[in-house]
C-alpha cells in the first residue's frame, strides 16, 4: 500500500527545523542555568552549615574547669550566652570563608552543657546582572554538645 500524499495538502515547511532548534536551545541553555544556580546554592548552604557547625562546636568546648559543677547525675559546664556568643565569634574571626554579608542570628546554650549557632549569609546567583540580580538569604542552625569523660 502506497499512499500519495495529494500535492495540496504539502506546504512549504522551510525553516520550521530552524525554530524548534532555536526554542530547543534556548530551553537547554535555561535548563543548564537553573541547575547551575541550584548547585550553587547547595554548595553555599553546605560552607555556611559547615561553618555554623564548627561555631557550634567551638562554642561548647568554651567552658572552664572551674565553672563545672555537677546537678543530679549531669554535669553543667555553666555554658550562657555570652560566652556561647564571644567563642562563635571568635571562631568566624578566625575562619577563611568566602560566603557574603555573614551575620551570627542567634547564639546561645539552653542548657548549659550545649551550644546552638544560627548563621546567615546571602547567596548570589553565578549569573545575575544589574537588571536581574539574584539573591536568597540561606540560614543554618548548628547544635553541638560538651561531653566530660
Known sequence: MNRRVP??????ESGSTLLLTILFG???L???LVVTSATSLYLERKRLFTLADGAALAAAESWRL???RVEGDALVFGLDEASVAAAAADYLGD??????ALEV???DSGDGRSASVTLRAMWHAPISTDLMPVTVPIEV???ARSVFH
Open 26 to 28: 534556548a530551553l537547554a
Open 7 to 12: 500535492v495540496a495538502l504539502r506546504g512549504d
Open 66 to 68: 572551674d565553672e563545672v
Open 95 to 100: 575562619a577563611e570563608h568566602s560566603l557574603r
Open 141 to 143: 542552625t548548628a547544635d
Open 30 to 32: 535555561a535548563l543548564v
Open 105 to 107: 542570628v542567634r547564639a
